[in-house]
């Protein structure tokens, strides 16, 4: 019995494609209670409602215990966790730490209603633990990867992109601190403005004044749009690189 339902529970047991009959439903659960986590946190929905959102509650409490319990059963068919002491090795692994968390979101709200929203969202942290196989962890091992091969270039556009921002925020404090000083005041607080325009959010209700912290404001704003395509087309082209090799060795293999 523990053999068989250690094939639905552990996702690495699971020989088949996709997700576990088990395994989806969890998914699926998660997905709702973040989704009604969220939801509660609008007043004229909560109060209209609030017998939904405890009933819901209590609800996911039992389904996501009765889970965590199964997991523990079922952990010493997993290699790594056999022998003596098997469940105590699970219960303090990464993943099994991320399934308690989620059941003590359910009782955070008699501490405090803000740490409870916080923590009901490491729950959809959860949905990598029960999906982390096949194509989906295939995706971020691949963006891993890419990433990895290409952390020298992007340290640079980083390193690059900090310098011009110190260089902005520093003519921009020269130009328009004694205009500004609310704004513009200190090198911290120009560099705040850099930020906003060089990633091209924007930061409408400041601006300079005088014609050179325009200038330097222009400089800023056009580089921006280079210094944040640099890390974009870095990580595509690795992240191509990474894809196209991963399907020679798929191709390899069959």
Not at 12 to 31: D, E, H, R
Not at 36 to 50: G, M, N, S
Not at 63 to 81: D, I, Q
């Amino acid at each position: 019995m523990r053999k068989r339902l250690y094939k639905y529970v552990d996702a690495t047991a699971w020989g088949q494609k996709g997700l576990s009959p088990f395994n989806l439903a969890i998914c699926i659960l998660i997905v709702v209670s973040v989704f009604l986590a969220v939801i509660e946190t609008e007043r004229p929905i909560r109060d209209a409602y609030p017998a939904l959102f405890v009933l819901s509650e209590k609800l996911f409490f039992v389904l996501f215990f009765v889970e965590y319990c199964l997991r523990v059963y079922v952990a010493p068919e997993n290699p790594k966790f056999s022998g003596a002491f098997g469940r105590l090795r699970y219960i303090k692994s990464g993943w099994a730490i991320f399934d308690l968390l989620a059941l003590i979101s359910f009782i955070a709200p008699f501490v405090s209603n803000s740490l409870a929203f916080y923590i009901r969202l490491t729950r959809i942290i959860r949905i990598l633990r029960v999906s982390r196989l096949g194509r989906f962890t295939q995706a971020w091992n691949l963006l891993w990867a890419a990433t990895a091969r290409r952390k020298f270039e992007l340290l640079m556009s980083a390193t690059i992109a900090f310098i011009l921002l110190l260089i902005s925020s520093a003519f921009l404090y020269l130009f328009e601190a004694d205009l500004q000083p609310k704004d513009f005041g200190s090198i911290p607080r120009a560099l705040w403005w850099s930020v906003a325009t060089l990633t091209t959010v924007g930061y409408g209700d400041v601006t300079p004044i005088t014609a050179a912290g325009k200038f330097f404001a222009s400089l800023t704003a056009i580089s921006g749009i280079g210094i944040v395509a640099m890390p974009t087309g870095i990580l595509a082209a690795a992240f191509s690189d990474a894809f196209q090799a991963r399907q020679g060795v798929d191709q390899n293999k069959e």
